[in-house]
């Protein structure tokens, strides 16, 4: 969710069964629900073990082969497991409908039947509004500038300055994010025939790699680390104007629960020697992404 945010914000907030008599039931059950207590960071201390929430299948930021987590925001957490001297345990999940369901899920309340929760999400918008709904969580720690960009086949479009380029070429986007839906409203919908959509963007990823298209459209980072992976193809990353998209960029955080400040307030000092070491920008090189450093208001 991400560059989740934004795509996210794409997202319908309600469906058809949302609003059935046994999903309002289920809704009303869990208000009922009393949120899980908060771990401030002398008891994660104490316990020997830092729990940490990543997207799933969202790289390059995190996903898992095999058994093991892999990614950016995976390498950052096990830097805080080494600067607090604990084990850290990922708890590894897909995105929600949105933000304040994944806040709400994976930081202060647990999911329905576990009721796992943990101590910080990974990848949180630094975005005030949401924090300001949020009374559960608090949103802290930005360390990058998250931003939309493309990523094209040389061989196919020797440049790109405009979108206006594949009202007649091909481009693949993830479903239901922004980038998708910018596509489908871009020059009035003449880029519609021209989208070819993945479930997810593993498989919008897909067909770039097989050729089927000459560019897919996701975040920047998103954009480079898939360039790195088509090794074999003359891949460049390019920023075109975007007239009426949500949002262009946008900086990353972390979010821990309201009465775990101390906690985010820790990791937010180990994040700010990450990057003042310059070992963050390491961190991101490692999967061909450049940092980029927080733009804040």
Not at 224 to 232: G, K
Request: some cysteine.
């Amino acid at each position: 969710m991400s560059s989740r945010f934004v795509q996210q914000l794409g997202r319908r907030l309600t469906s058809t069964h949302a609003r059935s008599p046994l999903r309002l039931l289920l809704l009303s059950m869990t208000l009922c629900v009393p949120a899980s207590h908060a771990r401030p960071v002398d008891d994660v201390i104490d316990s020997g073990k830092l729990v940490v929430f990543a997207y799933s299948d969202y790289a390059p930021y995190s996903w898992v082969e095999g058994d093991t987590a892999t990614g950016i925001d995976i390498e950052i957490a096990r830097r805080f497991g080494e600067s607090l001297d604990v084990d850290v345990e990922f708890l590894i999940r897909g995105a929600d409908e949105n933000l304040d369901d994944d806040l709400r899920v994976n930081i202060w309340k647990g999911d329905l039947i576990h009721r796992k929760v943990a101590d910080v999400m990974m990848h949180a918008p630094f975005d005030r509004e949401v924090d300001a709904r949020n009374e559960f969580a608090v949103l802290t720690g930005p360390y990058f500038q998250e931003q939309m960009a493309l990523v094209f086949n040389l061989d196919e479009h020797p440049s790109v300055e405009t979108f206006g380029r594949f009202v007649s070429n091909p481009i693949a986007v993830e479903l239901d994010t922004a980038g998708d839906f910018f596509l489908s409203n871009a020059f009035r919908g003449q880029l519609q025939q021209s989208v070819k959509r993945g479930r997810t963007f593993a498989d919008a990823k897909t067909l770039y790699m097989n050729g089927e298209v000459g560019a897919l459209m996701g975040s920047r980072a998103q954009a480079e680390w898939v360039a790195l992976q088509a090794d074999d193809m003359n891949s460049e990353v390019t920023q075109p104007p975007m007239p009426g998209i949500v949002r262009t960029g946008w900086p990353i955080g972390i979010a821990v629960k309201h009465d775990s400040r101390d906690l985010g307030y820790t990791l937010g000092d180990v994040l700010t020697e990450l990057i003042d070491s310059g070992e963050m920008l390491a961190i991101y090189a490692q999967y061909g992404v450049t940092w980029l450093p927080p733009e804040l208001e």
